[in-house]
T-cell receptor, first 113, second 113 residues
Framework: SQQGEEDPQALSIQEGENATMNCSYKTSINNLQWYRQNSGRGLVHLILIRSNEREKHSGRLRVTLDTSKKSSSLLITASRAADTASYFCATDAKGNAGNMLTFGGGTRLMVKP | NAGVMQNPRHLVRRRGQEARLRCSPMKGHSHVYWYRQLPEEGLKFMVYLQKENIIDESGMPKERFSAEFPKEGPSILRIQQVVRGDSAAYFC???????????FGQGTRLTVV
């Protein structure tokens, strides 16, 4: 699989439920970031977690990182219809110049009202 | 401080024409990255530039594609003799020197007819 693969590819839940998305990657990283993309729009940066961090919170978002398993998860609690979007993880691999990111294929989240 | 500005937002070109996509980074940002997104896929890194220098173009096709980031003015991604397969959304991101977070523009959606 590619660096930064998300699963599931698609997720449909009811408003108020929690949504969990997972991301796996292959190489050693400096950090991992999660982005949201509404249909046909640009990317919105959600959260960045560094390789020496295990968990991070931001509002209703909770991100975990397990570098031994090369995986991360994004949890959205108490989901809202407005959370409907595609969610991408992106890794910044060690040894990369600058801030070049490798994106996964995304999880398409639909939150039904 | 305006965000990353890309123009045009939508671009239609006939096969064989040239496409020029512009990206103005955020104020104070000297690093620019171009990504391409095909429908239903994640973003793929194309090229990383600093002012007047190409740092990494490993993701950019060798033929027909070129990028520049002049001392003055926006970064330009140029696609010569476009083909239908070039139809995609092209995103630009910028970051400060030494900073990890990159900010994305709204993208240019190129359609080749």
């Amino acid at each position: 699989s590619q660096q930064g693969e998300e699963d599931p590819q698609a997720l449909s839940i009811q408003e108020g439920e929690n949504a969990t998305m997972n991301c796996s990657y292959k190489t050693s990283i400096n950090n991992l970031q999660w982005y949201r993309q509404n249909s046909g729009r640009g990317l919105v940066h959600l959260i960045l977690i560094r390789s020496n961090e295990r968990e991070k919170h931001s509002g209703r978002l909770r991100v975990t990182l397990d570098t031994s398993k090369k995986s991360s998860s994004l949890l959205i609690t108490a989901s809202r219809a407005a959370d409907t979007a595609s969610y991408f993880c992106a890794t910044d691999a060690k040894g990369n110049a600058g801030n070049m990111l490798t994106f996964g294929g995304g999880t398409r989240l639909m939150v039904k009202p | 401080n305006a965000g990353v500005m890309q123009n045009p937002r939508h671009l239609v070109r006939r096969r064989g024409q040239e496409a020029r996509l512009r990206c103005s980074p955020m104020k104070g940002h000297s690093h620019v990255y171009w990504y391409r997104q095909l429908p239903e896929e994640g973003l793929k890194f194309m090229v990383y530039l600093q002012k007047e220098n190409i740092i990494d173009e490993s993701g950019m096709p060798k033929e027909r594609f070129s990028a520049e980031f002049p001392k003055e003015g926006p970064s330009i991604l140029r696609i010569q003799q476009v083909v239908r397969g070039d139809s995609a959304a092209y995103f630009c991101a910028s970051s400060q020197s030494g900073k990890v977070e990159a900010f994305f523009g709204q993208g240019t959606r190129l359609t080749v007819v």
